[in-house]
Protein backbone atom coordinates (compact mmCIF):
# COMPACT_ATOMS: atom_id res chain seq x y z
CA UNK A 1 0.00 0.00 0.00
CA UNK A 2 1.42 3.34 -0.95
CA UNK A 3 0.94 4.80 2.14
CA UNK A 4 2.84 2.74 4.52
CA UNK A 5 5.45 2.80 2.05
CA UNK A 6 5.68 6.31 1.73
CA UNK A 7 5.67 6.39 5.71
CA UNK A 8 8.83 3.75 6.03
CA UNK A 9 10.44 5.58 3.25
CA UNK A 10 10.26 8.81 5.84
CA UNK A 11 11.28 6.70 8.33
CA UNK A 12 14.31 5.19 6.41
CA UNK A 13 15.06 8.63 6.29
CA UNK A 14 15.45 9.65 9.54
CA UNK A 15 17.65 6.89 10.07
CA UNK A 16 19.88 8.12 7.49
CA UNK A 17 19.89 12.00 8.92
CA UNK A 18 21.34 10.21 12.20
CA UNK A 19 23.75 7.42 10.45
CA UNK A 20 27.22 7.36 11.46
CA UNK A 21 27.06 10.02 14.35
CA UNK A 22 28.28 9.46 17.50
CA UNK A 23 26.45 10.04 20.72
CA UNK A 24 27.83 13.52 20.88
CA UNK A 25 27.22 14.42 17.70
CA UNK A 26 23.65 13.03 18.17
CA UNK A 27 22.96 15.09 21.36
CA UNK A 28 24.22 18.22 19.68
CA UNK A 29 22.20 20.85 19.37
CA UNK A 30 23.42 22.27 15.82
CA UNK A 31 21.75 25.56 15.43
CA UNK A 32 21.83 28.30 18.18
CA UNK A 33 18.13 29.26 18.09
CA UNK A 34 16.72 25.79 18.86
CA UNK A 35 16.79 23.09 21.17
CA UNK A 36 16.24 20.17 18.28
CA UNK A 37 18.75 17.29 18.12
CA UNK A 38 18.94 14.35 16.27
CA UNK A 39 18.21 12.42 19.22
CA UNK A 40 15.55 14.06 20.27
CA UNK A 41 13.88 13.99 17.05
CA UNK A 42 14.42 10.27 16.69
CA UNK A 43 12.86 10.08 20.41
CA UNK A 44 9.68 12.25 19.56
CA UNK A 45 9.15 9.93 16.55
CA UNK A 46 9.11 6.94 19.15
CA UNK A 47 6.82 9.03 20.63
CA UNK A 48 4.54 10.11 18.00
CA UNK A 49 4.28 6.47 16.78
CA UNK A 50 3.24 4.58 19.98
CA UNK A 51 0.89 7.35 20.62
CA UNK A 52 -1.03 6.95 17.27
CA UNK A 53 -0.70 3.52 16.59
CA UNK A 54 -1.09 2.42 20.08
CA UNK A 55 -2.69 4.81 22.39
CA UNK A 56 -5.22 5.73 19.65
CA UNK A 57 -5.73 3.49 16.91
CA UNK A 58 -5.21 0.35 19.23
CA UNK A 59 -7.02 1.71 22.16
CA UNK A 60 -4.02 0.73 24.31
CA UNK A 61 -3.75 2.65 28.01
CA UNK A 62 -0.22 3.88 28.21
CA UNK A 63 2.35 6.75 29.78
CA UNK A 64 4.63 8.50 28.04
CA UNK A 65 7.97 7.53 27.81
CA UNK A 66 10.21 10.50 28.68
CA UNK A 67 7.60 12.79 30.74
CA UNK A 68 7.23 16.69 30.27
CA UNK A 69 9.65 18.37 32.30
CA UNK A 70 8.92 21.84 33.13
CA UNK A 71 6.88 22.23 30.03
CA UNK A 72 9.19 21.19 27.81
CA UNK A 73 8.26 17.30 25.98
CA UNK A 74 10.70 14.52 27.90
CA UNK A 75 12.07 12.89 24.44
CA UNK A 76 13.75 16.71 23.52
CA UNK A 77 15.60 16.30 26.85
CA UNK A 78 18.55 14.50 25.78
CA UNK A 79 21.93 14.98 27.48
CA UNK A 80 21.50 12.07 29.66
CA UNK A 81 19.95 10.03 27.04
CA UNK A 82 20.89 6.72 26.22
CA UNK A 83 21.70 6.66 22.55
CA UNK A 84 21.26 2.77 21.70
CA UNK A 85 18.36 2.39 23.80
CA UNK A 86 16.21 5.45 22.39
CA UNK A 87 17.20 4.52 18.79
CA UNK A 88 15.89 0.59 19.83
CA UNK A 89 12.51 2.46 21.24
CA UNK A 90 11.75 3.80 18.04
CA UNK A 91 13.00 1.13 15.92
CA UNK A 92 10.00 -1.34 18.34
CA UNK A 93 7.74 1.63 17.93
CA UNK A 94 7.79 1.53 14.28
CA UNK A 95 7.63 -2.30 14.08
CA UNK A 96 4.58 -2.04 16.44
CA UNK A 97 2.73 0.43 14.46
CA UNK A 98 2.95 -1.83 11.17
CA UNK A 99 1.66 -4.88 13.65
CA UNK A 100 -1.11 -2.73 14.42
CA UNK A 101 -1.76 -1.15 10.58
CA UNK A 102 -1.83 -4.77 9.42
CA UNK A 103 -4.53 -5.81 12.17
CA UNK A 104 -7.02 -3.83 9.91
CA UNK A 105 -8.66 -4.53 6.96
CA UNK A 106 -9.34 -0.88 5.05
CA UNK A 107 -7.51 2.34 5.08
CA UNK A 108 -11.20 3.48 5.83
CA UNK A 109 -11.44 1.50 9.43
CA UNK A 110 -12.43 3.80 11.89
CA UNK A 111 -12.01 4.04 15.80
CA UNK A 112 -13.78 6.23 18.13
CA UNK A 113 -11.38 8.70 20.10
CA UNK A 114 -11.86 11.72 22.56
CA UNK A 115 -15.24 12.33 20.50
CA UNK A 116 -13.78 12.71 17.41
CA UNK A 117 -14.04 9.53 14.60
CA UNK A 118 -10.60 8.67 13.54
CA UNK A 119 -9.41 6.86 10.49
CA UNK A 120 -6.13 4.69 9.57
CA UNK A 121 -6.30 6.43 6.60
CA UNK A 122 -5.93 9.55 8.68
CA UNK A 123 -3.21 8.28 10.82
CA UNK A 124 -1.12 7.13 8.29
CA UNK A 125 -1.51 10.49 5.85
CA UNK A 126 -0.59 12.15 9.33
CA UNK A 127 2.80 10.31 10.38
CA UNK A 128 3.62 11.13 7.12
CA UNK A 129 3.73 14.23 7.29
CA UNK A 130 4.56 14.64 11.18
CA UNK A 131 8.09 12.21 9.66
CA UNK A 132 8.02 15.17 6.52
CA UNK A 133 8.30 18.09 8.76
CA UNK A 134 10.84 16.77 11.43
CA UNK A 135 13.36 15.33 8.52
CA UNK A 136 13.50 18.67 7.49
CA UNK A 137 15.03 19.87 10.64
CA UNK A 138 16.84 16.50 10.52
CA UNK A 139 18.32 17.75 7.73
CA UNK A 140 19.60 21.05 8.96
CA UNK A 141 20.95 19.42 12.12
CA UNK A 142 23.02 17.24 10.17
CA UNK A 143 23.81 19.20 7.71
CA UNK A 144 25.17 22.02 10.50
CA UNK A 145 26.94 19.00 12.07
CA UNK A 146 29.32 17.60 9.95
CA UNK A 147 28.06 18.94 6.00
CA UNK A 148 26.39 16.33 5.06
CA UNK A 149 23.18 16.76 2.82
CA UNK A 150 20.74 14.79 0.62
CA UNK A 151 17.79 12.94 0.84
Known amino acids: ?67 AVDGVYGEFLVSDADVNESFTLWREACERSRAVTDSFESLDDTVAFRGEVISLRYVLTHMIEEYARHNGHADLLREAIDGAVGE
Open 1 to 67: MSLTSFLDYQRATLAMKCQGLNADQLKRRAVPTSSLTLLGLVRHAAEVETSWFRFVLNQEQLKPRWP
